[in-house]
C-alpha cells in the first residue's frame, strides 16, 4: 500500500476531537471512536447536565456511557507509527485571541466556522460536520461563530431564550413566557425578528436614500468649492489688473507733478536770478554816481561845480519801478491740492474697502441655515437701508436721511432720471442691493403701504403689471391695510386677516431662496413666507397710495 493511499485512509483512524491517530482509542455505543482522554475530557464537562453526547452523530446517552479500549483500532494504530505516517488533518489555525474557539476542541483550541443556536456550541469545520452530516441536527440553526451564545441563555432558567416579551421588550425563554411574563404580549423571537427585520430594511432604504442625497450635496458642494475658487481666482486677478491699473495711473500724475513743479522752479528761479542781475547792475551804477556825486561836492570852484552838476544830478529810471515785491506762497498750493486730492482718495478707498468687505462676506455656501425664531435671532443679519431718490416717484417726499417716504399730494421737483418710477405705483427702492442673509424693518403710518423687494431691472414705467410690485415676476410685495394684507407675486394674490402692528419685519436669505414677512410687536409673529430661487441681487421697496401714509426703514443698529 503506498503512502498516499494511507493518506487518504488516515481519516478512519484520526480521534474527531484532537484531530490526530488514535491514542488508547475507544468506541461508543453508536459506532464512533475516539481517543480514551479526548472523550473522557468531553464527557467530563457535560457531568452537569446528566446527558452525554456522542461528539460525531449527537446520539445522546442518559448515562454516561462506560468506554472500553478497542484492541484491534489501538494495533492498527500502532502499526501506522511504526512507519512513520501521520496524520494531517486540515489546519485551520489556532482560533486567537481574537477569534472564537472551537467548543469541542481539546488541548489546542481551532479556529471556529460556525455556531449553532440550539447547542450553543461553537464548532470548528472537523467538529460541524455531524451538523451536516446528521438528520438529528436538521432543525439547528447555524451561524456565523460567536462568542456572545452565553447570552442565549436564560440566566433565571438556564434555558434557550427563544421567546421575545414586547411588553418588557426583552428575550426570554419559554419558562418565563408561563411565570413573570405569563399576560404579556409575547411572541417567538423568529417572529419578531421578522417583524424587527422590516423595520430593518425601511430603515436601510431611508439610510441608503439619505446617503444618495447626502452623496448629491456632497457633489453640489464640491461644484460649489469649485465654483468658489474659479470665482476668487477671477476676482483677485481682475482686482490686481485694476490696482496695477490705478498704481500706474497714480505714479504718471505723480510724475506729471513732478514735472511741472520742476519747470515752474526753473522758470520763477530764472525769473528771479533776472531781477537780481538787474538789481546788482543799478546798485553798482548807483555807487559809482554817488562817488561822482561825493566827489563834486567836495570841488572848490563854483564855476566848475555848476558846470558839471547837471549831468551828475539825473539818475536813470530805477528798478524798483517794476518791482512786484509780495510774500509768496509759491508751490504750497500744490501740496493742498494734493492733500485735498489725497484726502478724497483715501475716503473713496475707505469706502471700497468697506463695501468691498460686506460683498466678501455676504459670498455664501449653500448650506441649509434655520430662519431665526425670535426678534433677537433675526436682528444678527440687521441691515442698514435707505431709499434711493433716484428712483423715488415724484409723489414720493423723502426725508430722515433718506429713510423715510411719506406720499404728497404735489409732485416733488425730482429731476429726469432713468432709474425713477413715473406712471405706475408710487414707488421707491432702497439705494442698497440685498444678497446673502438679511433682515430689516418698516415702520408704518397709515393703511396702503406695500412693502416690497425687487430685482434692479423690473420695469419702472407702463402697465401695473409691468412696474407694480408683487404684479410681475421680478417683484414680491406685502401690501398692508388697517386690519388685512394681502401678498402678491405676478399679479397673484393671497389675503390675511387679523390684528397687525404698525411694523413690518422682512428677512430674506438669498441663497436659499427664503424671504418672509413678519408683524413685529411684543411677539414676532410670521404672516407669509415664499420659498423661491433668487436669480439677481434684490433692492428693498416701498410703495405708498393714499395720501398722508408714510413707511420708514428703522434703524436696527
Known amino acids: 500500500m503506498s503512502h498516499k493511499g494511507f493518506q487518504l485512509d488516515l481519516k478512519t483512524f484520526c480521534c474527531s476531537l484532537c484531530l490526530d491517530l488514535l491514542r488508547d482509542p475507544v468506541t461508543t455505543a453508536c459506532g464512533h471512536s475516539y481517543c480514551m482522554s479526548c472523550i473522557q475530557s468531553f464527557w467530563d464537562e457535560e457531568d452537569e447536565k446528566k446527558t452525554y453526547i456522542c461528539p460525531q452523530c449527537g446520539q445522546t446517552f442518559t448515562t454516561r456511557p462506560v468506554l472500553k479500549r478497542s484492541t484491534m483500532l489501538a494495533a492498527l494504530a500502532e502499526e501506522l507509527k511504526k512507519i512513520g505516517l501521520k ?240 510774500h509768496l506762497r509759491y508751490f504750497e498750493d500744490v501740496t493742498a491740492v494734493v492733500s485735498e486730492v489725497t484726502d478724497k482718495l483715501q475716503d473713496v478707498l475707505r469706502e471700497m474697502r468697506r463695501k468691498i468687505s460686506l460683498t466678501v462676506t455676504e459670498v455664501d455656501v449653500l448650506l441649509p441655515q434655520p430662519e431665526p425664531k425670535t426678534r433677537a435671532g433675526f436682528l444678527k443679519y440687521a441691515r442698514e437701508l435707505t431709499l434711493d431718490p433716484n428712483t423715488a416717484h415724484r409723489y414720493l417726499l423723502l426725508s430722515e436721511g433718506d429713510r423715510k417716504a411719506t406720499y404728497m399730494s404735489q409732485q416733488q421737483s425730482y429731476p429726469d432720471h432713468p432709474d425713477r418710477f413715473t406712471e405706475c405705483g408710487d414707488q421707491v427702492l432702497s439705494r442698497e442691493s440685498l444678497t446673502g442673509r438679511c433682515y430689516w424693518e418698516v415702520e408704518r403710518k397709515g393703511g396702503g403701504i406695500g412693502v416690497a423687494v425687487a430685482y434692479k431691472n423690473i420695469s419702472r414705467a407702463g402697465s401695473l403689471k409691468e412696474c407694480g410690485f408683487g404684479h410681475n415676476d421680478k417683484s414680491w410685495a406685502m401690501y398692508f391695510d388697517q386690519n388685512s394684507c394681502h401678498y402678491y407675486y405676478n399679479d397673484i394674490t393671497t389675503s390675511f386677516s387679523g390684528p397687525l402692528s404698525s411694523r413690518v419685519g422682512v428677512y430674506l436669505d438669498h441663497a436659499a431662496g427664503i424671504l418672509s414677512f413678519y408683524n413685529i410687536s411684543e411677539t414676532t409673529t410670521l404672516l407669509h413666507r415664499v420659498q423661491t430661487t433668487f436669480t439677481q441681487p434684490l433692492y428693498a421697496g416701498l410703495d405708498l397710495y393714499y395720501a398722508g401714509v408714510t413707511a420708514e426703514f428703522c434703524k436696527l443698529t
Open 87 to 326: 496524520a494531517a488533518p486540515a489546519d485551520h489555525g489556532n482560533a486567537g485571541p481574537e477569534g472564537v474557539a472551537c467548543d469541542f476542541c481539546t488541548g489546542r483550541k481551532l479556529r471556529a466556522v460556525k455556531s449553532c443556536l440550539v447547542c450553543l456550541v461553537s464548532y470548528c469545520e472537523k467538529h460541524l460536520q455531524p451538523h451536516y452530516e446528521s438528520s438529528a441536527f436538521g432543525e439547528h440553526k447555524l451561524v456565523e461563530p460567536s462568542k456572545k451564545l452565553p447570552e442565549n441563555i436564560c440566566p433565571r432558567h438556564d434555558e434557550v431564550m427563544t421567546m421575545f416579551c414586547r411588553s418588557d421588550r426583552q428575550c426570554i425563554c419559554y419558562l418565563c413566557s408561563n411565570e413573570e411574563h405569563k399576560g404579556h404580549d409575547t411572541v417567538t423571537a423568529a417572529a419578531e425578528r421578522t417583524e424587527r427585520q422590516r423595520e430593518l430594511e425601511g430603515s436601510r432604504h431611508n439610510i441608503q436614500q439619505r446617503i444618495q442625497d447626502r452623496e448629491k450635496d456632497l457633489k453640489v458642494l464640491q461644484q460649489e468649492v469649485e465654483a468658489i475658487n474659479h470665482s476668487a481666482d477671477e476676482a483677485v486677478e481682475h482686482s490686481e489688473r485694476i490696482f496695477a491699473e490705478l498704481i500706474s495711473l497714480m505714479e504718471k500724475r505723480r510724475s506729471e507733478v513732478k514735472q511741472q513743479v520742476r519747470f515752474q522752479q526753473e522758470t520763477e528761479v530764472s525769473r528771479v536770478k533776472e531781477l537780481q542781475e538787474k538789481l546788482e547792475q543799478e546798485i553798482t551804477e548807483l555807487k559809482r554816481k554817488d562817488a561822482e556825486l561825493k566827489k563834486l561836492s567836495h570841488t572848490e570852484d563854483h564855476t566848475q561845480f555848476l558846470h558839471n552838476y547837471p549831468s551828475l544830478s539825473a539818475l536813470s529810471e530805477s528798478t524798483h519801478s517794476y518791482l512786484n515785491i509780495r
